[in-house]
């Protein structure tokens, strides 16, 4: 279960218990930069700041007199970076033409499970690379999505 919690000065709002296409579905407006709805608030990424947590699914009672942020907090892992890296890798393989064939919406789980392999098997500096790659794939639209990151390899590796 994903915990999510959204900040703009002076306004915050949590969701608790969020399955990966819920999640899915607000990291991808969020990668983009769109303004989106949640709550009854408009948010703005580029002046909000996301936190999301991987955890237990946490019981309506926990989440009373405003106690569910922090025992979400206390019993889940910060997994925000992996989460939005790997909805950034699968966009920026749509861009490259590396995309896996169309996921229709109703299974934003699989989407989701497959940006978060994607971008393990990047590494480290998954974002570097993949910005290497998107530039890549850009300047040689002829190469193949995987020449396109072997190349994008060597660059970062500083090779030619």
Do not use: C, Y
Not at 44 to 71: D, F, V, Y
């Amino acid at each position: 279960m994903f915990h999510i919690e959204l900040r703009q000065f002076p306004h915050n709002t949590w969701r608790f218990n969020l399955t990966d296409g819920q999640l899915h579905s607000i990291a991808e407006r969020w990668v983009r930069g769109e303004l989106f709805e949640l709550g009854e608030r408009r948010w703005n990424p580029g002046q909000a700041r996301l936190t999301i947590l991987e955890g237990p699914e946490l019981a309506l009672a926990q989440l009373t007199m405003g106690r569910g942020w922090r025992l979400a907090q206390k019993e889940s892992e910060d997994v925000t970076e992996r989460v939005l890296t790997a909805v950034r890798t699968t966009a920026a393989a749509a861009v490259a033409g590396a995309a896996q064939p169309a996921v229709p919406r109703e299974s934003g789980a699989d989407a989701l499970g497959l940006a978060v392999q994607l971008g393990s098997l990047l590494g480290n500096d998954a974002a570097r690379l993949l910005e290497a790659w998107r530039a890549v794939a850009a300047h040689s639209p002829g190469l193949a999505p995987s020449e396109a990151l072997a190349q994008a390899e060597r660059e970062l590796h500083g090779e030619r």
